[in-house]
């Protein structure tokens, strides 16, 4: 089933479940995705299940920053709604890769490349990023890459 079917589904399943809180999370997310088709104006044909986790990625880092911040400002709250919209987003993403994992795949990069200082590590993390897909954090990628190179 695709993605964006099961998303569709298991919006139903919370509304006729009477999980409002997934429920408004998935209508979130869906916003999001109709939003990048029709940006990208593919809304005819949509888009395919690795530019969907894009999109979850990338709303689950939003949604990490604003995580942050209401700790930081002392909103537990608001940081807690927050880390539960993480926890219903991130079942569609694909399993994440360990620090060891991403590390691997780091050094078949560099020995691939050669790259032997901090010049090359634009590249190296995104010849990294490209091999892990969603499956790595960036920012995970970038300190790995950066400790590697240095």
């Not at 589904?9 to 009477?18: E, R």
């Amino acid at each position: 089933m695709a993605l964006k079917e099961q998303i569709n589904n298991d919006l139903k399943a919370a509304l006729l479940g009477g999980n409002r809180f997934v429920a408004d999370t998935l209508r979130n997310l869906k916003a999001a995705i109709l939003n990048e088709e029709v940006a990208l104006n593919r809304r005819e044909e949509g888009l395919n299940d690795t530019e969907i986790e894009g999109i979850i990625a990338r709303e689950v880092k939003k949604r990490n920053e604003s995580k942050v911040l209401y700790e930081q400002n002392n909103r537990p709250e608001l940081a807690e709604v927050e880390q539960n919209e993480i926890d219903v987003l991130v079942t569609y993403l694909p399993q994440q890769l360990t620090e060891d994992e991403i590390q691997v795949i780091i050094n078949e990069v560099v020995a691939q490349m050669g790259a032997t200082d901090m010049k090359a590590m634009g590249q190296v993390i995104g010849a990294v990023k490209a091999k892990c897909g969603t499956a790595a954090d960036g920012a995970t990628v970038a300190k790995l890459v950066k400790t590697t190179l240095q």
